[in-house]
């Protein structure tokens, strides 16, 4: 007890004398200050405002899927950068690990006027140079087919082709959702409206769209390779603190699985959201459905592989008891086979 006591007392009487010392020194620098050969304070330190944004750069599209004898361009989208602006081009055929210099490539923008096989798997990136600095950019990766990709999409959304289901975890409640087919006013033509209304006590809900007509064999159509996918979105709300977030779902031997690429709709103009190229069996995972086997491939891109069914689904946010309203047009679900 002597001791603790002993401590709090010199803790205070440490704490003491450093106001005192601290009001001593205000006092003199509020009488002068620069006899103690303290520089004016400026800059960001003292109120000055905020350092400059870091330059920045990265590749677009970071992901690209196409067929042999097709042209891709990789471009560059550099941010933050003074002055004119250089370029160098950059190559990898080891998955990213070191790269090589493009001779000539040292635009803005870089052509493959025709891929082949050979450019399989190559990952670019580009160094971007201003007059505040250099920077090497994220990269894009490029995976190339021999064979064109099969194509399931929808824009016009006839309700008979689709079936909503809500995914209501462990202790959740249960929540109204309704879909329906609006003949005008989409990206363009019809589209398809949802609305949820978002249960008390709970800020989300999740609702799975199923394309009743995207089915893919494995067994006779080949084993996947990659998969493609797009969407367009519009949200019905203006409200900043309601939006939805969307991605591609794999139905396949009784579970589903989910994309980790999800694009969130909060505009209130039809946009692309969720787009996203050469998604493999790591960028998916399960989250309906039983668990996976020690040593079993989940989701099966195998030729052996049942079938697929794809969709997608939809995160309502929003305060308890919200209405969501948002929509979805231009569809298209790509498989590349090997």
Known sequence: MRRDHSR??????????????????MSIVGSGGGALGFPPCEGIYCGGGSPPPLPSARVQPPYVTALVGTPVTFTAEASDF???????WRRSSDNGSTFVE??????????????NLGDDGAVFSVA?????????SQVGRLTVSATPGIEFQDGEFVPSNWVASPVVGPGQLPFVHTEEFIATDGNPGGFRKMVVQLPQGAGSARVFHAALSATYEPATQGAVRVIDYAE????????????????????????????????????????AVASRSSLGLNDFRLFDGPACNAGESCP?????AAPMRFGYWRISYGMPGDTVAHGIDNWKVTVWRR
């Not at 003074?82 to 160098?88: A, E, F, P």
């Not at 367009?232 to 709300?237: E, I, L, P, T, Y």
């Not at 099966?300 to 052996?304: A, G, I, L, N, R």
């Open 8 to 25: 709090l007392s010199y803790w205070l009487r440490g704490l003491a004398l450093a106001g005192v010392a601290s009001l001593g020194l």
């Open 82 to 88: 003074t002055g004119t602006l250089s370029y160098q």
């Open 102 to 115: 493009i001779t000539g490539a040292t635009g803005k923008s870089h052509l493959l006027p025709g891929v």
């Open 128 to 136: 971007v140079r201003g007059a505040n600095g250099s920077v090497t």
């Open 232 to 271: 367009d979105c519009r949200a019905f709300q203006s409200s900043e603190n309601t939006f939805t977030e969307s991605s591609l779902v794999i139905e396949q031997g009784g579970r589903r699985y989910l994309s980790d690429t999800s694009g969130s709709c909060i505009a209130q103009a039809w946009g």
């Open 300 to 304: 099966d891109f195998s030729s052996s």
